[in-house]
Structures are given as structure tokens and as C-alpha cells.
């Protein structure tokens, strides 16, 4: 097991690829903290651990990470409960403002960076100090996002605020680099999860997902749990200050040139040799 006897935090982790997460660092031997704002979900989820065999090592705290309370009592939580910490997850998350630029209001804004931005700010600033203090390194990884890594990605105010814990992210690594603490992101694509489906049919968000991105299945909560497992685990030792992307190929494809001229892409290209471009040389090409 890859996180025995570790203490982990995982806050969003009532749902999605939060949720994921609890039961595969629960499965791989950690002590897990749910701390979530939804108390119906995140006492469900805990309940649905302690059925799985997890009674003794998991436990929920009602936390809105954009409070500076909630986050130092969610943080003491898990001290209290299981005697230290050793990771924390900053997973949760929203939409957010949607819209134009031009309709975005100053309070859905905040609202946005409050959740999604000040809420990594004060998870990794609590974190930092318990880790410190215990003297012994940790892990703190950052829930980003492929949106904060380029434009129309996502909505505007979410992007910007993605973008900002990508750039937190490596500052903190740098910052907390001498006292062994590792500070990873981790960016998602396109993950079938309650927040990605809108409250619709979570089926039809599957089947739209499974072609948003070269690989041929849509991305699951349990494919972001694996990249944090991996950054959680000492198999991470040497790696900080990393936004690890996963995504089944999205951002790789940039501007999808298969889509657009399928003659000069390698993928479905029915034609293979060498163009000379302006040369005056002639092109000499085959037939596949
Ligand atoms: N699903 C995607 O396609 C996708 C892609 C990239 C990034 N993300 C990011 O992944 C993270 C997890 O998203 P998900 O898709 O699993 O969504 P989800 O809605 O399934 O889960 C998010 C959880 O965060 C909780 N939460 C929201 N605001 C909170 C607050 N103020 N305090 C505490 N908890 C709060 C929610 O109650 C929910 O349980 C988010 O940060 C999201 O922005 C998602």
C-alpha cells in the first residue's frame, strides 16, 4: 500500500474526482479527511467508505474553503482525528461566473477566485505551517485545470483563476522546496463528473466525453485520483512545482490540424513523403 498510515486531507471530497480520490487513498492505506460544503453528499460519501471496510480511517468535515476558519478548523480536524498530517488535496470547486466578459459581475467573480483561488491560497498557507512544524515533508497538491492554460478553455473567470493556482502552485514548491513539502497541480480535461454535466444526465456527459479528446473513453474521477496517488506517494519524491496533465490527449492536440487539414496531419493522413514548400521543388508523395 502506497499511503499506509498517511493522513490525508482531500477537500471537494464528496463528489467527483474528489470523491474518487478518497476511496483510492483510503484503499491504498491513508487516513482521509472529506471536507466538503455539501454535508448530504460528504456524510453519504463517508458512509459509503465505513461500508466499504473504512470505518476506523475515514472521516468528514463540513469546510467552505473560501473561509480561513473552516480551513484551519478542517486542518486541525484531521490532527485531532488521526494524530498528524501528511497530504492535503485542494480539489474543491465550481463552475463558477459564466457568460461574457461584458456580463460578468464584480460578485460572481469574487465568488469564482474566492472558491476556486483563495481557497488553494489558504489550504496550502494552513498546510504548510502544520507541515513545517511536524518536520518531516508532505505533499500538497492543487486541483487546476487545462482551462488555466489557455484561452477558451473555459469560462473567463475560471480560467483566470485556474491559471492562478497553476502559478501558486509553483511558487509555493519553490517556497517550500527546503523543507521537504511538494507542492504539485494537477490539470484536468474533460472528466465526466456532477459538476462537469451541469446537473444534467451524467450517461449523455459520458458518451459527448468519450470523443473530446484523442483517447476513446470519456475521463473518469478515477483517472484524476491516480495522478494525485502518484504525486501523494513517495514515488513523487523528486517531483514539485509540476502541473501534470491529464487529459487523454486534449491539450497535446492543440489545434487539431486531423480536423481541419486532414492531408498534412499524421492522424487519418492518406498520404505519405515530403512537401519542399516554396523551393520550387516538386512534392513526392504516396498513396496509402
Ligand atoms: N470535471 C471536469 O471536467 C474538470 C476539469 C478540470 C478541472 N476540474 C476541477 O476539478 C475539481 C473537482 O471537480 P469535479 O469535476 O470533481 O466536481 P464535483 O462538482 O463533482 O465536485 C466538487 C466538490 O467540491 C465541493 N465544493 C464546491 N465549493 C466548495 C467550497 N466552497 N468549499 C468546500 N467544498 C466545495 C462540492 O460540494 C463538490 O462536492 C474542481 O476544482 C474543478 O474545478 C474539473
Known amino acids: 500500500m502506497r499511503l499506509a498510515n498517511r493522513v490525508a486531507v482531500i477537500t471537494g471530497g464528496a463528489s467527483g474526482m474528489g470523491q474518487a480520490t478518497v476511496m483510492r487513498f483510503l484503499a491504498e492505506g491513508a487516513n482521509v479527511v472529506i471536507a466538503d460544503y455539501n454535508v448530504t453528499t460528504g456524510e453519504a460519501t463517508a458512509a459509503q467508505a465505513r461500508r466499504a471496510g473504512f470505518a476506523d480511517t ?3 468535515v463540513k469546510t467552505d474553503v473560501a473561509s480561513e476558519a473552516d480551513i484551519a478548523s478542517m486542518l486541525a480536524h484531521a490532527v485531532e482525528q488521526f494524530g498528524r498530517l501528511d497530504i492535503l488535496f485542494n480539489n474543491a470547486g465550481v463552475g463558477g461566473a ?15 477566485f474566492d472558491v476556486l483561488a483563495k481557497g488553494v491560497f489558504l489550504g496550502m498557507k494552513h498546510a504548510a505551517r502544520i507541515l513545517r512544524a511536524q518536520g518531516e515533508g508532505g505533499a500538497i497538491i492543487n486541483t487546476a485545470s487545462v482551462a488555466g492554460l489557455s484561452g ?3 469560462p473567463l473567470a475560471y480560467s483566470a483563476a485556474k491559471a492562478a493556482v497553476i502559478n501558486m502552485t509553483r511558487s509555493a514548491a519553490v517556497e517550500l522546496a527546503p523543507d521537504r513539502i511538494r507542492v504539485n497541480a494537477i490539470c484536468p ?10 446537473g444534467t444526465d451524467l450517461e449523455r456527459t459520458r458518451q459527448s466525453f468519450a470523443t473530446s479528446q484523442p483517447w476513446p473513453d470519456y475521463g473518469r474521477g478515477e483517472h484524476i485520483a491516480g495522478a494525485a496517488l502518484f504525486l501523494a506517494s513517495d514515488d513523487a519524491e523528486f517531483v514539485t512545482g509540476e502541473a501534470l496533465v491529464v487529459d487523454g490527449g486534449l491539450t497535446a492536440a492543440g489545434p487539431e490540424l486531423s480536423k481541419k487539414f486532414p492531408r498534412v496531419s499524421a492522424r487519418n493522413s492518406k498520404v505519405s513523403g515530403i512537401t519542399k514548400g516554396s ?10
Open 279 to 288: 523551393t520550387g521543388e516538386p512534392p513526392h508523395l504516396r498513396r496509402l
Open 58 to 60: 475515514v472521516s468528514f
Open 152 to 154: 477558451d478553455g473555459g
Open 189 to 198: 480535461g474533460f472528466i465526466a463528473t456532477p459538476l462537469a454535466s451541469g
Open 98 to 112: 459564466i457568460g461574457p466578459l461584458t456580463e460578468t459581475s464584480v460578485e460572481d467573480w469574487d465568488y469564482t
